[in-house]
């Protein structure tokens, strides 16, 4: 069954374009398919639709989120449709299998001016030019300058970063290419690294990567989360966040100033406009409170 495995998450990558992370959920997915049919004393060949909504079923009395719901769905049924092509199933069983819609939550972001002092803080702990604390800096400042996405981040390479106009290029997901924008604050942040961070970390293998670790290898996706959550724990009343509502707070801000939700999709990566559209909600609910709070006739 191994071999299987290996087989489909060939075809995910070379063939679909799926990314890492989404290959890794999707196989644990299947795993857990595989365990609970193998309860059943049933293989492949007795896959059926009540099955799999057995399957479901049980995840979800067990607390499983809608999320991971939907994407259990849509794990398993690319690997039938898979299957069936690859001659190991004669018919699809999770043809009719419907993908549970995911209950959107409005996300928690930064007012600006919290925005402003995450970014002071970062600043101010780079002052003395200790090489993690310049590195911590970018880290924020890029994040929230571009609003790309964590692993994004810390995939590229030096090379994806030009100084001169001030753009990075993301490889996004699907292996989809962009450029995203930065300004200067960011840039800073970036000759700082460059010019003296960098240099004292990196080492044989550290390779073109950007951003580096404290033993000179790419950083990763683990540690950067913990610098933006410490970042922002530092500032006086601003929710609990990660990387991912640095890139929530940074489209939300570009739609209260006025940037177009074209635009602002292109620059996040989204592949659907309707993605983008949540941040829309966002922006028009902090309106809306601060109206409600200033506004005699509210």
Not at 114 to 132: I, L, N, R, V, W
Request: charged share 20%; aromatic share 4%; proline share 4%.
């Amino acid at each position: 069954m191994q071999a299987i495995l290996d087989e489909f998450d060939e075809y995910l990558d070379l063939q679909c374009g799926r990314s890492a992370h989404t290959r890794r959920a999707y196989l644990g997915d299947l795993r857990s398919l595989l365990a609970f049919i193998g309860d059943r004393s049933t293989g492949l060949d007795g896959l059926s639709l009540p099955l799999l909504r057995s399957w479901l079923s049980a995840a979800a009395g067990s607390g499983v989120a809608r999320t991971t719901l939907a994407r259990r769905t849509s794990a398993v049924k690319a690997f039938t449709a898979w299957a069936v092509r690859r001659g190991l199933l004669t018919a699809d069983p999770a043809a009719r299998l419907q993908v549970p819609k995911a209950h959107r939550t409005l996300p928690a972001v930064l007012r600006q001016d919290q925005a402003f002092d995450a970014m002071a803080a970062a600043k101010s702990g780079a002052q003395q030019g200790d090489p993690m604390a310049l590195r911590d800096r970018l880290i924020v400042e890029m994040l929230y300058a571009t609003g790309i996405r964590v692993s994004e981040l810390c995939g590229l390479d030096i090379d994806d970063v030009d100084t001169h106009h001030r753009l990075v290029k993301v490889l996004g997901k699907g292996n989809k290419q962009r450029s995203a924008p930065f300004g200067r604050p960011a840039g800073e942040a970036l000759d700082a690294w460059l010019a003296d961070g960098r240099p004292a970390l990196a080492n044989a293998e550290s390779g073109p990567a950007l951003l580096l670790g404290a033993r000179g290898r790419r950083l990763d996706v683990r540690q950067a989360r913990t610098v933006v959550h410490q970042t922002v724990a530092a500032v006086d009343g601003a929710p609990d966040m990660g990387p991912h509502g640095l890139r929530h707070s940074a489209a939300t801000h570009l739609l209260e100033g006025g940037a177009d939700l074209r635009v602002v999709q292109e620059l996040l990566g989204h592949s659907s406009l309707a993605t983008t559209q949540l941040y829309t909600h966002v922006a028009v609910s902090r309106l809306r409170a601060v109206h409600d709070q200033a506004h005699p006739r509210a």
